[in-house]
């Protein structure tokens, strides 16, 4: 799942909420959420603004 969602990021143009990455893959926040947090401590993806993610460049 982790892979999908660098994909999502990696094509949206602008940072996106966990429900519109949830929405957007057809899975559950829950699950969406957690994969975030582990790509987060990876350092792939980062928060530049509250709630909202991006890939890190």
């Known amino acids: 799942m ?8 990696k094509n949206a143009e602008k ?10 893959l057809g899975e559950d926040k829950d699950a969406v959420s957690k994969a975030i947090k582990e ?3 990876e350092e792939k993806i980062y928060s530049p603004v509250r709630c909202c993610y991006a890939v890190v460049e």
């Not at 982790?2 to 990021?9: A, D, G, H, T, Y």
């Not at 940072?15 to 957007?24: F, T």
């Open 2 to 9: 982790k892979e999908r969602i660098l994909e999502v990021l």
């Open 15 to 24: 940072p996106l909420r966990p429900g519109e990455i949830a929405a957007a």
């Open 39 to 41: 790509l987060k401590a």
